[in-house]
Every structure is written in C-alpha cells, then in structure tokens.
C-alpha cells in the first residue's frame, strides 16, 4: 500500500469507508447484531496491528490509556447500533450524510469540556449545514424519501453526539510519541476501542431486547456481509488512509473527506436502489458544502514539510500536546506523531460513522 500514490491510496480508503451503510443495510440483521459483527471480526486484525506495532517500539498503553478506550468503544456501540436504526428510517445513503453532524458537535464539546475555541470556519459551516440537514429531514414539506426522514435525521443527529463523545474520550486515550521519536500507540488504542464496543454492542443490545444472535448471524449471506463490513470499513479504510494521509496536503485531505459521504449516497442509488428527493439531494449539498467549509480552517501543508518550514517539530508531537482528532463518516482521525512526522490515522473502532 505504501507504493500507491497517497491520493489514490486516501480515495481507495474513503470508498471503502463509504460501503458501510450499504453492507449494513444488505446484512440485515438486528442493530446491535450487526455493530458487534463489525467489530468483533476486525478485532483479531487490530489485535495483530497493535503488536505490530509493539515490536516496533510503541510504548504499551498505561491502565488511564486502556480504560478510556474502552470507555469510548461503549459509545461507539451505542453509535453504530442508533446509526443502524437512521438507516433504516431514512436509507444508508441519507444516513450517511446526517452524521456528518459531528464536524460541529466535536467542535462544540471540545470548546465545552476543553476549552478549545471553535475555529470561525466551523461557525460559517453551522447554518449551512443544519439547512440541509432540514431539507434531508423532509422539514421543507414535498415528498422526502425514506419511511420517517424527520426520525431518521433525529437519530442521525443523535449518532453525531455519541460518535463526537467517541472521539474525544480516543483522544484522551491516544498519548503522543515520545521524544525520541519512539511512535504513539494507535493500533493498540485502536483495539482497546473495538473491544469496548464489542461488549458495548453485546449489553445495549440484551437491554433493548434487539439482540437477535439467531439464525440470521449464522447463515452466509448475513455473515459474509458482515465479514466485508469489518475488513472494507474497519481494517482496510484504516489501513489506507493511515499511509496516505501524512503526504497529502491538507487541502486535499478536505476535499477527499467528502468522497466517503458521496459515495455512500452514489452506492445506495446503485446497489440498494435508493431515490432520495431533489430537495433531499439539494441538502446533501449543503450538507457537504459546510463539510469542505468546517474542514477548510486547517493548515495548507503536510506536517513534515511544516516541520522543515519552522525548524521543529509539529506542535502535537510535542509531549505537553494532545494528539488531535477529526472525523470520517463514522471514522476517527486521530493525528499522532510516528519518527519525526505527524500521522493521521483514521479508524472507527468506524467509524468507521
């Protein structure tokens, strides 16, 4: 993967990202059935990635570390299993876009509980996005597609604050690389995360009475799709994204978060047979377009030319800093430091969302 050109490696990452709600939608089983499937069978994948990385000098994770990503899997479950029920009402491609909520809540939560003031553009952003969110919703009147759209948008936005609880507490979880240019744990932060979601996914689904492990877990199809799911979505994306993204400019990494959204909404059009209304598709648009403008606040250059440019190193590879953390549909963007360069790894533990 790493001889592929980063932009064709990122967009690869971002299609396969972008077949979630459509191989959820084909799977068809109960909510909580299909967030364990995706994350317990990329769970022995993760698992091999994270001593991977433990032989190549990643610190082992503290207990704080190992607790807040399990912490955070919980949320991914109640995340995943609520995403399943927004598709439902309003289809796997609206679906798609209404999470893109998160841009704002990440931002909002972060400027709550952190302190971190929201950056203008994700302020411009804000109504652009919440007026498509409307049109999606079926809120204009006309015909709108989908068997609630108004539900649909109400569980969109609700899969948008637990997702955006998912990444902050990852993000307390994620330490950054030491100084001596040693990598941060990210696969093992990675599998703590799934781990959590997949006992997350086991309880949520015993209390509300929809986990249904019976026969439609068991036979091929459903298990074949679920398969997929977990090696495209959880394993894969990840995979491709992680190596493209720190020799990509950020301008571009920008433009290629739009492909996962597009492309579910091209791919439910295809496989699933989804028409969404003009007016729905009108707020795609907008949804979209206060995306690129949310994102578009981030710097121009990739961190190692940034490196060369001030002398040192990125600021969140210094120990007093954070790792930072965007979103991919239903993926975390984690920035962490790797040998002297600040890499984006993406992974949902979606979403990867």
């Not at 994770?61 to 309003?90: E, M, N, Q, V, Y």
């Not at 295809?270 to 795609?284: D, F, H, K, N």
Request: net charge positive; aromatic share 4%.
């Amino acid at each position: 993967m790493r001889t592929m050109p980063p932009a064709a490696a990122a967009t690869a990452g971002a299609v396969c990202i972008s077949s979630s709600a459509v191989l959820m939608r084909l799977a068809g089983t109960s909510a909580s059935v299909t967030a364990l499937g995706r994350c317990a069978f990329a769970l022995p994948v993760l698992g091999g990635l994270a001593l991977l990385e433990r032989r190549r000098g990643a610190p082992r994770l503290a207990p704080r570390s190992r607790w807040l990503a399990r912490l955070a899997g919980l949320f991914l479950a109640g995340d995943l299993i609520l995403w399943s029920h927004s598709i439902t009402a309003i289809g796997a491609g609206l679906g798609t876009v209404v999470t893109n909520l998160q841009v704002l809540i990440v931002s909002l939560l972060a400027w709550l509980i952190l302190g971190e003031r929201p950056r203008r553009s994700l302020l411009l952003a804000s109504p652009v996005m919440l007026a498509g969110l409307a049109l999606v919703g079926g809120l204009a009147g006309g015909h709108a597609y989908g068997t609630d759209p108004s539900l649909g948008v109400g569980y969109g936005a609700g899969v948008a604050v637990l997702y955006s609880v998912y990444i902050l507490l990852l993000r307390q979880a994620t330490s950054p690389g030491k100084a001596d240019g040693r990598p941060a744990a990210v696969a093992g932060v990675l599998f703590e995360a799934t781990a959590g979601a997949v006992a997350g996914s086991v309880v949520l689904g015993l209390v509300t009475g929809d986990f249904h492990a019976g026969p439609g877990l068991l036979t091929w199809p459903a298990l074949g799709w679920l398969v997929l799911l977990a090696l495209t979505s959880q394993v894969l994306g990840w995979l491709l994204i992680t190596v493209s993204m720190p020799r990509l400019p950020a301008a571009m990494i920008g433009a290629l978060l739009l492909v996962q959204p597009a492309g579910s909404v091209a791919l439910s059009y295809v496989i699933l047979g989804e028409r969404p209304s003009a007016r729905q598709l009108l707020g795609v648009a907008l949804v979209l377009t206060g995306v690129l403008v949310a994102v578009s606040g981030r710097g121009g250059l990739p961190a190692a030319q940034d490196q060369d440019r001030r002398g040192r190193l990125p600021a969140a590879q210094d120990q007093d800093h954070p790792p930072r953390l965007g979103s991919v549909e239903g993926q975390v963007v984690v920035e962490v430091p790797v040998a002297g360069h600040q890499v984006e790894a993406a992974g949902q533990p979606d979403r990867g969302d």
